[in-house]
């Protein structure tokens, strides 16, 4: 038989809720292939991929790269947690996804003949408070079968890495369209931050909008000997300043922002999530509508003169907007600036359901 390896790859994985999903509740056939369907979903984790070594690698007889992955998802529903392989069979090279915002998103796939993921759960967002229990759990979850050095396991292993599903991650069911993904339901509390807001970009009644602006908080991951390291839960105090918690100021921000553009006879929109808060212009039915080519060029980033240069040399610079008080002089400070993204991007519209 072919030995196999055990590798990260960018896949799709979702989670049945641990609490109501008992093991008698999911069938679990030692051998049996479970396939990933377009009905999985549309949140899954993504626990790890296999693949077959070259023969001129192998060095000892072991599982195949199905028979592991077979032995992966048999383990996983031992322990209640619907879990599915999924093989590309070498033919794709990307997925394309979304992001908290709705947005399209491309992960690289290091697509090859003989490569097998397993994913697991099935969620219907990013944020399900069940789907991250999951998947802290699934991160720290040894698989029996790997321990067995019979099995000809090679099990990549990154420095600080607890255990060989560590790199486990979140992603969507590459079998089912990004755009229907994009229609469900946001969660309740991106519901909350988004009521009574003026210029809220949910509840527009178009399906696509331009993002121009984007104001994110500060974040960390702490690693290796990190000051953060832990004190995770007293992140918030640490990046606490005087003027209050960054998050809180991304949404002053885009809202000021947003304001200031209607002003000016601007269609502006704001939307907040727990992460950041971006500033749209326009709604759109399609695509290819012609306004959107004008209102990109509009904010887009422009080759200006380089103020740092003596000579005529240009830099990509993006757009601002300045606000100044009553009869305050151009030449004067102004009271706010806001700095526009180098490049605008089409995004659906988030709904609520």
Same mark, same amino acid.
């Given at each position: 038989?072919? +030995?196999?390896?055990?590798? /990260?790859?960018?896949?799709?994985?979702?989670?049945?809720?641990?609490?109501?999903?008992?093991?008698?509740?999911?069938?679990?056939?030692?051998?049996?292939?479970?396939? !990933? +369907?377009?009905?999985?979903?549309?949140?899954?984790?993504?626990?790890?991929? #296999?693949?077959?070594?070259?023969?001129?690698?192998? @060095? +000892?007889?072991?599982?195949? *790269?199905?028979?592991?992955? /077979?032995?992966?998802? #048999?383990?996983?529903?031992?322990?209640?947690?619907?879990? &599915? /392989?999924?093989?590309?069979?070498?033919?794709?090279?990307?997925?394309?996804?979304?992001?908290?915002?709705?947005?399209?998103?491309?992960?690289? $796939?290091?697509?090859?003949?003989?490569?097998?993921?397993? !994913? %697991?759960?099935? &969620?219907?967002?990013?944020?399900?408070?069940?789907?991250?229990?999951?998947?802290?759990?699934?991160?720290?979850?040894?698989?029996?079968?790997?321990?067995?050095?019979?099995?000809?396991?090679?099990?990549?292993?990154? =420095?600080?890495?607890?255990?060989?599903?560590?790199?486990? $991650?979140?992603?969507?069911?590459?079998?089912?369209?990004?755009?229907?993904?994009?229609?469900?339901?946001?969660?309740?509390?991106?519901?909350? =931050?988004?009521?009574?807001?003026?210029? %809220?970009?949910?509840?527009?009644?178009?399906?696509?909008?331009?993002?121009?602006?984007? $104001?994110?908080?500060?974040?960390?991951?702490?690693?290796?000997?990190?000051?953060?390291?832990?004190?995770?839960?007293?992140?918030?105090?640490?990046?606490? +300043?005087?003027?209050?918690?960054?998050?809180?100021?991304?949404?002053?921000?885009? %809202?000021?922002?947003?304001?200031?553009?209607?002003?000016?006879?601007?269609? *502006?929109?704001? &939307?907040?999530?727990?992460?950041?808060?971006?500033?749209?212009?326009?709604? #759109?039915?399609? @695509?290819?509508?012609?306004?959107?080519?004008?209102? &990109?060029?509009?904010?887009? %980033?422009?080759?200006?003169?380089?103020?740092?240069?003596? /000579?005529?040399?240009?830099?990509?610079?993006?757009?601002?907007?300045?606000?100044?008080?009553?009869?305050?002089?151009?030449?004067?400070?102004?009271?706010?600036?806001?700095?526009?993204?180098?490049?605008?991007? =089409?995004?659906?519209?988030?709904?609520?359901?």
């Amino acid at each position: 038989m072919r +030995t196999l390896k055990s590798t /990260s790859c960018i896949a799709v994985v979702a989670s049945l809720s641990l609490s109501i999903c008992s093991v008698e509740a999911i069938e679990n056939v030692r051998g049996k292939t479970y396939n !990933l +369907t377009e009905k999985h979903g549309p949140w899954m984790i993504m626990v790890t991929s #296999f693949r077959n070594i070259h023969e001129d690698d192998r @060095k +000892t007889e072991g599982l195949s *790269a199905e028979q592991a992955a /077979s032995e992966l998802v #048999f383990e996983l529903r031992e322990k209640g947690i619907p879990a &599915y /392989s999924f093989s590309q069979d070498g033919k794709v090279e990307s997925i394309e996804t979304r992001d908290r915002l709705g947005r399209d998103d491309t992960r690289i $796939f290091a697509a090859q003949r003989d490569m097998i993921c397993v !994913l %697991a759960g099935n &969620y219907d967002s990013i944020d399900d408070g069940v789907a991250q229990k999951t998947l802290n759990y699934v991160k720290k979850f040894y698989p029996k079968f790997l321990k067995n050095t019979k099995n000809g396991a090679v099990v990549r292993s990154n =420095l600080g890495q607890k255990g060989p599903l560590a790199g486990a $991650f979140m992603t969507t069911n590459p079998l089912r369209r990004p755009e229907d993904i994009a229609s469900k339901k946001i969660d309740n509390e991106t519901k909350f =931050l988004n009521s009574g807001i003026d210029n %809220a970009l949910i509840g527009l009644k178009k399906k696509y909008t331009l993002q121009v602006a984007t $104001f994110s908080g500060k974040s960390t991951t702490p690693i290796g000997s990190s000051a953060y390291r832990g004190k995770e839960g007293q992140f918030d105090k640490e990046l606490k +300043t005087a003027s209050g918690f960054n998050i809180v100021r991304s949404g002053e921000d885009a %809202a000021q922002l947003a304001r200031s553009l209607r002003q000016d006879k601007i269609e *502006a929109y704001v &939307y907040h999530d727990k992460f950041q808060s971006i500033v749209t212009v326009g709604g #759109f039915d399609e @695509k290819d509508d012609p306004r959107l080519r004008q209102i &990109y060029a509009a904010f887009r %980033a422009k080759m200006k003169p380089d103020p740092q240069s003596n /000579s005529n040399q240009e830099i990509l610079t993006p757009e601002t907007k300045i606000l100044r008080g009553q009869g305050t002089a151009i030449t004067d400070a102004p009271l706010q600036v806001w700095v526009f993204d180098y490049e605008p991007q =089409l995004i659906e519209v988030p709904r609520v359901k």
